[in-house]
């Protein structure tokens, strides 16, 4: 059970809030890490406002990469950070044993939070809520820094309000929720209500497509694609000062990009936009991954010229 003290810091104090864009892991063209251009692409995130960075998510193509590439991304880009900005690193693993020792060497790396989605495998390998609950707090045990449960359709696992809240309440480190499952406002306002001080961050996700409604529900972080971060600060920042009518207009005004990385592009948004700005060398995906359709590459940039974000401006 959660100690009185940790339940002092709730959604109200959270120790990190704000936007924390996923780092996209960047390749040559035939397939190597490209460390130098990854690099540019963290100096980038900063430099275009990022409250903090998460790495290795999805968005990062995690799924292509091998452990030992896991390892040096993790040390290449928390040294290269060098604590400018707390970093999230995606430890999500099936193996309850793997996942907190993955979770150990990223927080003794200098993590500031890991980020855990539910133990899945494949299309129909999952476990029960008792499982899941034993996966998270052997997990909590193994590590010192707090752990955000990724809740989305993706793990093909159903987590209820009432059982994320639950896990909040009783295990130590768990403390915040991305949660991006259709419906993303009602459960955030549900999750708030039944686990109340325990959650620290209700954070929304799903590249911002959501987020005015997830912050009107009480939302305190934003984990969004990593190519306008500057856009999402706009947002957040007018939200955060308590004017809603500029966080309003903010989002309606960087909707059509959302729109485009959320349902068009995908996971190469980030890059295809790092690319045209000169932030990275190149912006192919790991085989067999698709390329982006030029058509719907052509599409993003007039998008983006449009709005002017930083990322086309930043590395010319």
């Keep these: 059970m959660k100690t009185i003290e940790a339940k002092m810091i709730s959604h109200s104090m959270p120790r990190y809030r704000g936007v924390y864009p996923v780092v996209p892991t960047t390749f040559t ?38 452990d030992a590439e896991r390892e040096v991304l993790t040390s290449t880009i928390l040294e290269h ?40 495998h494949g299309a129909t390998i ?14 909590s045990d193994a590590i010192d820094i707090p752990i955000m449960i990724q809740d989305a359709p993706v793990s093909g696992t159903q987590l209820s309000a009432a059982f994320l809240a639950r896990m ?10 991305k949660i991006e499952t259709p419906g993303t406002a009602s459960k955030l306002r549900e999750l708030i209500r039944l686990g109340g001080a325990a959650i620290e961050g209700p954070w929304d996700g799903e590249e911002a497509i959501t987020l ?13 694609g990593g190519a306008f971060p500057d856009g999402i600060r706009q947002i957040m920042d007018a939200w955060t000062a308590g ?3 500029a966080a309003t207009q903010a989002y309606q005004h960087w909707l059509p990009l959302i729109n485009y990385e ?27 991954f698709p390329s982006m359709h030029p058509e719907v590459r052509q599409g993003l940039l007039e998008t983006a010229k449009r709005l002017d974000p930083l990322v086309l401006r930043w590395g010319r």
């Design 168 to 177: 909040a309440k009783e295990i130590e480190n768990v403390a915040y929720f």
């Design 29 to 66: 063209e035939s397939g190597d890490l490209d460390l130098e251009s990854q690099k540019r692409c963290v100096d980038f995130m900063v430099d275009a406002g990022s409250t903090g960075l998460c790495i290795l998510a999805n968005f990062s193509e995690q799924f292509v990469l091998s």
């Design 81 to 120: 950070v060098k604590g400018r900005v707390p970093v999230i690193v995606t430890t999500t693993h099936f193996g309850t044993q793997v996942c907190a020792q993955r979770s150990r060497r990223a927080q003794d790396a200098g993590a500031a939070m890991v980020m855990v989605m539910p133990p899945y």
């Design 126 to 139: 999952r476990v029960s809520e008792d499982q899941i609950y034993g996966f998270y707090a052997r997990l």
């Design 212 to 224: 005015l409604p997830d912050l009107h529900a009480g939302a305190t972080g934003a984990m969004t």
């Design 262 to 288: 959320n349902r068009q592009g995908g996971i190469l948004t980030a890059k295809a936009l790092m690319k045209a700005g000169g932030v990275i060398a190149c912006e192919a995906p790991r085989h067999p």
């Design 243 to 245: 004017d809603v009518e």
